[in-house]
């Protein structure tokens, strides 16, 4: 119901004030979860009732993408409207490429090089709302480089938490190391702190329109909870028990089965308990019916890795965080437009973090810069209830995943999906309409869609002048097959000796009780 507030003999309606003001955008993202990690994407095991209201709230795309299957390519995505090709940052800033990856792992090919930084003539989306009146925050994980690539070099007037370093250095608990975010006390949750900042910043600015990027480290490792909350899983977890394996073995490494690390849901319900502190405060500051929010994840849930962490299982969909699969690139992709007509609560249409940044502009009113090259597309006119076309959806990730991916490029058109991989130039074809799980390649029955895809991948990647990987005149066959096989025999034992620890009643980490199981990415 509208306020209406009398001034001598002027009528002021608040409701008036609400529509004539530009809309408040809160972009929150999560690093590597799943897509079916939260209550309203299916799970029976996580609780995150916090998030489940949002998307009530705003409307699902249930075919959302990130733009690449590991965090940096992804984050960049964002920020710039680009696919991978197109910027360049094809792999977590920090990973070995060339000569040094392929002698370390006795890869059949060399890594190419990619960029470290966002590239200084393009115009991320939080210098387009700023350029345009909004106040910008950055809070929490960057991993986008350093030096002039920064968050404060990039449009971000306010930067708290965001540095170079990409998982929570020193944990989810005071004492943890970050040069742009002290802790206040012995214990402090970062999860917390980052949504209470956001908060702070929200209300400080709260009488002009804001663009405030809240990037949690939370879900990545190290897997840390409480006591309380790890009781509580851990419970669900020994009355979930099934006669289903584990873990099972993928091409190079095995991968969790089930959703049931108790550690890791305390950290997703973590993640979801800072959700609701941020949205509580958007209420009582009576700015949540002018303020758009975004959730998603910048790739795929871990399931498996080089290190032997697992965290989460993906369901019905093959692979994880790193892996050219659904797993790895499919999402949670949530966008709530307060007073948006005709807005429907689901929409299947295939959309990836490319079109955040012309979609929230659109939404905002703003037009992008003609000088800043975007490849991906609004999104307000099927928020409205109307039609799209058909298009063509890329990734480019030339690499090797430390969870168990190989370097692929990809294009998904329709319900046809089709992977290329660089190491023996050999293509898969899936329909995802009727394998979502991606168990039955159909390239042979389907030969005509499989040459005109890859024909148009090709083009893609020339026109971006993509890097590509050389083939390791070094490679040993023989060597590396004995590695996987090994690999696998012994760490599903592993897996299995920490599975048993974690859910044991009597399980105690450490003195401070948080767990840390660390990955390399």
């Given at each position: 119901?509208?306020?209406?507030?009398?001034?001598?003999?002027?009528?002021?309606?608040?409701?008036?004030?609400?529509?004539?003001?530009?809309?408040?955008?809160?972009?929150?993202?999560?690093?590597?979860?799943?897509?079916?990690?939260?209550?309203?994407?299916?799970?029976?095991?996580?609780?995150?009732?916090?998030?489940?209201?949002?998307?009530?709230?705003?409307?699902?795309?249930?075919?959302?993408?990130?733009?690449?299957?590991?965090?940096?390519?992804?984050?960049?995505?964002?920020?710039?409207?680009?696919?991978?090709?197109?910027?360049?940052?094809?792999?977590?800033?920090?990973?070995?490429?060339?000569?040094?990856?392929?002698?370390?792992?006795?890869?059949?090919?060399?890594?190419?090089?990619?960029?470290?930084?966002?590239?200084?003539?393009?115009?991320?989306?939080?210098?387009?709302?700023?350029?345009?009146?909004?106040?910008?925050?950055?809070?929490?994980?960057?991993?986008?480089?350093?030096?002039?690539?920064?968050?404060?070099?990039?449009?971000?007037?306010?930067?708290?938490?965001?540095?170079?370093?990409?998982?929570?250095?020193?944990?989810?608990?005071?004492?943890?190391?970050?040069?742009?975010?002290?802790?206040?006390?012995?214990?402090?949750?970062?999860?917390?702190?980052?949504?209470?900042?956001?908060?702070?910043?929200?209300?400080?600015?709260?009488?002009?329109?804001?663009?405030?990027?809240?990037?949690?480290?939370?879900?990545?490792?190290?897997?840390?909870?409480?006591?309380?909350?790890?009781?509580?899983?851990?419970?669900?977890?020994?009355?979930?028990?099934?006669?289903?394996?584990?873990?099972?073995?993928?091409?190079?490494?095995?991968?969790?089965n089930k959703q049931e690390n108790p550690i890791y849901a305390g950290l997703?319900?973590?993640?979801?308990?800072?959700?609701?502190?941020?949205?509580?405060?958007?209420?009582?500051?009576?700015?949540?019916?002018?303020?758009?929010?975004?959730?998603?994840?910048?790739?795929?849930?871990?399931?498996?890795?080089?290190?032997?962490?697992?965290?989460?299982?993906?369901?019905?969909?093959?692979?994880?965080?790193?892996?050219?699969?659904?797993?790895?690139?499919?999402?949670?992709?949530?966008?709530?437009?307060?007073?948006?007509?005709?807005?429907?609560?689901?929409?299947?249409?295939?959309?990836?973090?490319?079109?955040?940044?012309?979609?929230?502009?659109?939404?905002?009113?703003?037009?992008?810069?003609?000088?800043?090259?975007?490849?991906?597309?609004?999104?307000?006119?099927i928020l409205k209830g109307k039609n799209l076309a058909t298009r063509s959806?890329?990734?480019?990730?030339?690499?090797?995943?430390?969870?168990?991916?190989?370097?692929?490029?990809?294009?998904?058109?329709?319900?046809?999906?089709?992977?290329?991989?660089?190491?023996?130039?050999?293509d898969e074809l899936y329909n995802l309409l009727v394998d979502i799980g991606?168990?039955?390649?159909?390239?042979?029955?389907?030969?005509?869609?499989?040459?005109?895809?890859?024909?148009?991948?090709?083009?893609?990647?020339?026109?971006?002048?993509?890097?590509?990987?050389?083939?390791?005149?070094?490679?040993?066959?023989?060597?590396?097959?004995?590695?996987?096989?090994?690999?696998?025999?012994?760490?599903?034992?592993?897996?299995?000796?920490?599975?048993?620890?974690?859910?044991?009643?009597?399980?105690?980490?450490?003195?401070?009780?948080?767990?840390?199981?660390?990955?390399?990415?």
């Open positions: 119901m509208a306020t209406t507030l009398f001034v001598g003999c002027q009528k002021i309606d608040k409701s008036s004030d609400i529509k004539n003001k530009k809309p408040n955008v809160i972009f929150i993202l999560a690093d590597d979860l799943g897509a079916h990690d939260l209550g309203f994407m299916g799970s029976k095991f996580y609780e995150t009732p916090n998030l489940d209201a949002l998307a009530k709230q705003g409307t699902i795309f249930t075919q959302g993408y990130a733009a690449a299957q590991v965090c940096s390519p992804s984050r960049a995505s964002i920020l710039l409207g680009k696919f991978t090709a197109n910027h360049g940052i094809t792999d977590w800033i920090g990973a070995d490429y060339g000569k040094s990856w392929s002698d370390k792992f006795n890869s059949k090919i060399m890594p190419p090089n990619y960029k470290r930084t966002l590239p200084k003539e393009d115009i991320t989306i939080a210098e387009a709302f700023k350029n345009n009146g909004y106040k910008t925050l950055f809070a929490g994980k960057w991993h986008l480089g350093k030096g002039e690539s920064t968050p404060e070099n990039h449009g971000f007037e306010v930067n708290i938490g965001g540095w170079e370093v990409g998982n929570p250095k020193g944990g989810y608990y005071a004492p943890w190391e970050n040069p742009k975010l002290a802790y206040k006390y012995l214990g402090e949750n970062l999860t917390k702190r980052l949504a209470e900042e956001t908060g702070g910043f929200i209300e400080q600015h709260k009488d002009q329109p804001f663009f405030a990027f809240l990037s949690f480290y939370a879900v990545h490792t190290p897997l840390q909870t409480t006591e309380k909350k790890w009781k509580k899983y851990r419970e669900k977890a020994i009355a979930n028990q099934t006669d289903e394996p584990n873990f099972i073995s993928e091409r190079i490494l095995p991968v969790a997703v319900a973590s993640m979801d308990d800072a959700v609701g502190v941020l949205m509580r405060k958007l209420k009582a500051l009576n700015l949540d019916k002018n303020t758009i929010i975004v959730f998603t994840s910048d790739n795929g849930g871990l399931v498996s890795s080089r290190y032997g962490a697992f965290a989460t299982n993906n369901l019905q969909l093959r692979g994880g965080k790193g892996y050219q699969w659904e797993g790895g690139i499919r999402e949670p992709y949530v966008i709530k437009v307060p007073n948006l007509k005709n807005k429907p609560n689901t929409i299947d249409y295939p959309v990836s973090g490319v079109d955040f940044y012309p979609t929230l502009l659109d939404l905002a009113g703003i037009s992008p810069d003609k000088t800043q090259k975007i490849d991906g597309i609004s999104l307000k006119p959806l890329f990734w480019h990730y030339p690499h090797y995943g430390n969870q168990g991916g190989e370097p692929v490029s990809i294009i998904r058109k329709g319900n046809w999906k089709l992977i290329h991989y660089w190491e023996n130039n050999v991606e168990k039955n390649n159909v390239i042979t029955q389907n030969e005509v869609i499989a040459v005109s895809l890859r024909k148009e991948l090709d083009t893609f990647l020339a026109d971006s002048k993509a890097e590509f990987p050389e083939i390791n005149p070094n490679f040993d066959a023989k060597k590396s097959e004995k590695t996987i096989a090994t690999r696998k025999q012994k760490m599903i034992k592993n897996l299995e000796k920490r599975r048993l620890q974690i859910l044991d009643e009597n399980f105690k980490p450490n003195k401070d009780w948080y767990n840390s199981a660390l990955t390399k990415d």
